[in-house]
């Protein structure tokens, strides 16, 4: 039952990856589209970044003080400067262990 | 111009940082699904069939409390949507191949890797084989997801939880946008959809996902009509 659900839910999936890919090609986009297309990355990370700092596990919002956040703007900065995906990464998950580790434990 | 295996190379070391985060990820992934009770085949089977991270967990933790079938196959359908705005982007890059290679490749088209891809396609347009970027950066995430998932359904989470290891996303997605701040329009762009994100957080179906990039993409839109 269960498997019967999951093998729909693989299929629906699939069907989102490979749509546009197989079935639309070139003379079907045109500039216009191709122009706001360009802005993908930055239209659709941020519905996956934005939740995953501001709203915790429970679905509710999280404190303005929340070490998230902190740890997520030390992440932007270093981000920004060394173009390094290791360094954003660490940079962000270290400086928020600080916060709960050491200063709010 | 490159080869076909140096492309499928550099598509694997352009991807290989973020499995910092995917691979904890994976690991709770895995885990959670066995703690919530279901079999750890069917948990595992998951990764196989639909590949696709934080729909996975979001279809378990529906069933397990009591939503029906169809409502966890239509979340994980709409959480899955952005996809199309992936393909949309990739179909340009890939047209030139077979539709057999391109209902093949599809297969392997997740977020990193359409991000890393993507990036790489752009600065290197005329390279003859670039797909191969694409199936590197696919098949190091498929190879790496199912390592994470299978290790964290057969040893149990054995990441700390108090390392809230799942932080390590949005800042995996941070590390893919951040360089786009310099360009003020991505920033509006970004912005948008970031708050519209939280807005709609509560909508059916975990349907904020592609919402938000509608609303930010009509923005853009706007945007490049207010440039000319």
Redesign the interface.
């Known amino acids: ?10 299929i ?3 069907f ?7 079935l ?3 003379d079907m ?1 045109g500039d ?1 589209i ?22 915790n596990d429970f ?1 509710t ?1 999280i404190e303005m003080n929340d070490p ?1 956040i902190f ?2 703007l030390v ?2 900065i270093v ?2 400067f060394s ?4 360094a ?3 940079a ?2 270290v400086s ?2 600080f916060l ?1 580790f050491v200063v709010f434990s | 111009m490159l080869t076909k295996k140096q492309l499928f190379t550099r598509g694997m070391l352009d991807i290989s940082p973020h499995m910092l985060s995917v691979i904890p990820f994976g690991i709770i992934c895995g885990a959670i699904g066995v703690e919530l009770g279901f079999h750890p085949y069917l948990v595992y089977a998951m990764s196989f069939i639909i590949f696709g991270g934080a729909s996975q967990i979001v279809f378990l933790q529906l069933l397990s409390g009591g939503a029906s079938s169809l409502v966890a196959v239509a979340s994980v359908g709409i959480i899955n949507s952005r996809h199309l705005l992936y393909g949309a982007v990739l179909s340009e890059y890939l047209e030139k191949l077979s539709f057999i290679k391109k209902l093949l490749i599809s297969y392997v088209v997740v977020d990193q890797g359409f991000a890393e891809s993507n990036k790489f396609f752009k600065k290197n347009r005329s390279e003859e084989f670039l797909h191969y970027h694409l199936i590197g950066t696919g098949c190091t995430m498929w190879v790496c997801w199912q390592i994470a998932t299978l290790s964290g359904i057969v040893l149990g989470s054995f990441v700390p939880e108090e390392l809230g290891l799942k932080f390590a996303i949005p800042l995996t997605f941070i590390a893919i946008v951040v360089q786009d701040l310099k360009k003020l329009d991505h920033v509006i762009v970004m912005i948008t959809c970031g708050l519209s994100s939280l807005l709609f957080f509560e909508a059916p179906f975990k349907s904020y996902i592609i919402i938000s990039p509608i609303i930010a993409l009509f923005v853009a839109a706007l945007l490049l009509r207010l440039k000319k």
């Open positions: 039952m269960t498997l019967t659900a999951i093998i729909f839910a693989g629906l999936t699939y989102t990856r490979m749509t546009m890919i197989a639309i090609s070139r986009l216009k191709k122009a706001v297309l360009a802005y993908v990355p930055s239209a659709v990370f941020p519905a996956i970044i934005f939740p995953g700092i501001f709203i679905g919002f998230k740890g997520a992440a932007v981000g920004y173009k390094n995906i290791i954003t990464i660490s962000g998950l928020y262990w709960i």
